[in-house]
C-alpha cells in the first residue's frame, strides 16, 4: 500500500483553467504539507494542516486553496492557472510528538501550464 | 526559528571514493533531521533520519549521517560512490508542528 498517493501525476492544462490535485496518507498521521518543487529544485513549503486545522500558509496566491476534509486528505485546488505555477507539487504528511517522528512524501505531481 | 543548510550546491566524486555531503542546521529545540535523494524526474526517496536515539544513523544504500548537536551537523556520507548515486540530495529540518523545512539541495555527480 502506497503510504502517501497523489493523483494525478501528471497535469498539462491551460492557463486560467482551475484544477485539483488530491492527496491521501493511509498512515494515519497527524500533519499533513503541500510543497512546490520550482525548476531550480528548491522545495517551498506552501501549506501545513495539522488534525485538519491550517497551521502554516506561506506566502502563496489566493488562486491557490487547500482543503482537508478529513485528517487522511489534503487537496489542493488552484484557480486561474498562470504560467508560474507550472512546477512539481508534492504532498506529504508526518506524525508529531514532541518531535517530528516521520516525513513521508509523494511521488509528486508535474503540473505543465501552457 | 528553525532553519536548514546545505553549503555545496554541486559536489562531484569518482566512483569508488568516498561522498560527502554537508548539511547545518538552527533550532531551538531538538531536531528531526532527514535525509532525501531524488533521481532525476522521480519523487523523493528517504534515505535515513535522525529522530533522538543515535547519532550515528545508517540508511539504505550505504548512506550513513551522524548528528553532531555541538557543530548543529547532519552531514551525510557513503564509503564508496556508485554510479548510481548520482542525484539531488535534500536535507530536511522537522520541530513541531510547524513546517519541516528543506535545504537548497546538493547535486551530486558521479565522475566514470
Known amino acids: 500500500d502506497t503510504a502517501v498517493s497523489q493523483t494525478p501525476k501528471y497535469l498539462v492544462t491551460q492557463m486560467g483553467n482551475d484544477k485539483s490535485i488530491k492527496c491521501e496518507q493511509n498512515?494515519?498521521?497527524?500533519?499533513m504539507y503541500w510543497y512546490k518543487q520550482d525548476s531550480k529544485k528548491f522545495l517551498k513549503i506552501m501549506f501545513s494542516?495539522?488534525?485538519?486545522?491550517?497551521?502554516i500558509n506561506e506566502t502563496v496566491p489566493n488562486r491557490f486553496s487547500p482543503k482537508s476534509p478529513d485528517k487522511a486528505h489534503l487537496n489542493l485546488h488552484i484557480n486561474s492557472l498562470e504560467l508560474g505555477d507550472s512546477a512539481v507539487y508534492f504532498c506529504?504528511?508526518?506524525?508529531?510528538?514532541?518531535?517530528?517522528?516521520?516525513?513521508?512524501f509523494g511521488q509528486g505531481t508535474r503540473l505543465t501550464v501552457v | 526559528a528553525q532553519s536548514v543548510t546545505q553549503l555545496d550546491s554541486h559536489v562531484s566524486v569518482s566512483e569508488g571514493t568516498p561522498v560527502l555531503l554537508r548539511c547545518n542546521y538552527s533550532?531551538?529545540?531538538?531536531?528531526?533531521l532527514f535525509w532525501y535523494v531524488q533521481h532525476p524526474n522521480k519523487g523523493l526517496q528517504l534515505l535515513l533520519k535522525?529522530?533522538?536515539?543515535?547519532?550515528l544513523v545508517k540508511g539504505i544504500n550505504g548512506f550513513e549521517a551522524e548528528f553532531k548537536k555541538s557543530e548543529t551537523s547532519f552531514h551525510l556520507t557513503k564509503p564508496s560512490a556508485h554510479m548510481s548515486d548520482a542525484a539531488e540530495y535534500f536535507c530536511?529540518?522537522?520541530?513541531?508542528?510547524?513546517?519541516?523545512?528543506f535545504g537548497t539541495g546538493t547535486r551530486l555527480t558521479i565522475i566514470p
Open positions: 506529504a504528511s508526518s506524525q508529531v510528538r514532541d518531535r517530528v517522528l516521520g516525513a513521508f
Open positions: 498512515l494515519g498521521h497527524d500533519t
Open positions: 494542516y495539522n488534525n485538519k486545522e491550517l497551521i
Open positions: 533550532s531551538s529545540y531538538s531536531p528531526s
Open positions: 535522525y529522530t533522538s536515539a543515535a547519532t
Open positions: 530536511l529540518l522537522g520541530f513541531g508542528n510547524e513546517k519541516l523545512t
